[in-house]
C-alpha cells in the first residue's frame, strides 16, 4: 500500500513550481487545536500557499463560522444517497449570512463542480 497522495506526473507538476513532490496532509480530529490556530499554523508554514481543506458538514461549519472560507467547491452528483439523518451541507455553525460569487462550473462523468468565492 502506497502513501503517496499524488501520481508521478502531478508530483513532477509540483517540483517544477520548486514545491515538495508531495503536499503535506494534516489531519483535523476533535484533539487537533481549534480551526482558528490550527489555520494560523498552516499558515505561519506557508505564507503564500493554497490550503485546502477537506471535510464533512461539522469541518465545513467550523471553517465557515470561523471565517477561513475563502474559496468552496461544491460537487453535485449524479447519485442521490442518504437517510434522515444525512441532510445538511454545514452542521454546528452559528448563524451565517455569507455571500458566495459562482467563479467557475466543471463537468467529468456525469458530476458537477461548482467553485464558489466570496
Known amino acids: 500500500c502506497s502513501s503517496d497522495l499524488l501520481g508521478d506526473e502531478a508530483k513532477a507538476r509540483r517540483e517544477a513550481r520548486g ?19 490550527l489555520w494560523r499554523e498552516l499558515r505561519h508554514r506557508y505564507p503564500q500557499q493554497l ?16 471565517r477561513l472560507l475563502d474559496q468552496l467547491v461544491l460537487c453535485v452528483s449524479p447519485q442521490i444517497v442518504g437517510g434522515d439523518s444525512e441532510k445538511r451541507l454545514l452542521e454546528h455553525a452559528g448563524p451565517l449570512d455569507v455571500k458566495l ?13 461548482l467553485r464558489y468565492g466570496l
Open 19 to 37: 514545491l515538495s513532490p508531495e503536499p503535506e496532509l494534516v489531519v483535523f480530529t476533535r484533539a487537533s487545536p481549534s480551526p482558528p490556530d
Open 51 to 66: 490550503i485546502i481543506c477537506e471535510g464533512g458538514p461539522t469541518v465545513l461549519g467550523l471553517i465557515v463560522e470561523h
Open 101 to 113: 460569487e459562482l467563479l467557475g462550473v466543471a463537468m467529468l462523468d456525469g458530476f458537477l463542480f
